[in-house]
Nanobody, 128 residues
Framework: EVQLWESGGGVVQAGGSLELSCLAS????????VAWFRQVPGNEREEISC???????YYAESAKGRFTISSDAARNLVYLQMNSLKPQDTAVYYC??????????????????????WGQGTQVTVSS
């Protein structure tokens, strides 16, 4: 079974940077796409970015130009480098994994409902 653990959250001033890490296990059983989501209490969970095992990436408009997703397959890690942080980036950040294939078809980016596995989340707070 796939398991995910996030780390790297914290408190940072506006304009600062943070790098989140997602450690994954259980991927040997299949090909997965890993994404970063965030959620503010009372709001829906928002996808920020995702990456395939082939290095294909997707970014939400809110992340383009400021956030960078990357992966280290040998260490089963996916990173989210966040620069120029704003107070509105304050949220709990989650990593999630979705199967990359439906039958023989590669789906990218996955629909939000396709993400089956979730980490516990890490809090990011950006102070003004």
């Amino acid at each position: 079974e796939v398991q995910l653990w996030e780390s790297g959250g914290g408190v940072v001033q506006a304009g600062g940077s943070l790098e989140l890490s997602c450690l994954a296990s259980g991927f040997a059983s299949g090909d997965y796409i890993v994404a970063w989501f965030r959620q503010v209490p009372g709001n829906e969970r928002e996808e920020i970015s995702c990456i395939s095992t082939h290095g294909i990436t997707y970014y939400a408009e809110s992340a383009k130009g400021r956030f960078t997703i990357s992966s280290d397959a040998a260490r089963n890690l996916v990173y989210l480098q966040m620069n120029s942080l704003k107070p509105q980036d304050t949220a709990v950040y989650y990593c999630a994994a979705a199967p990359a294939y439906k039958g023989q078809t590669f789906y990218f980016p996955p629909a939000n409902d396709d993400y089956r596995f979730w980490g516990q989340g890490t809090q990011v707070t950006v102070s003004s």
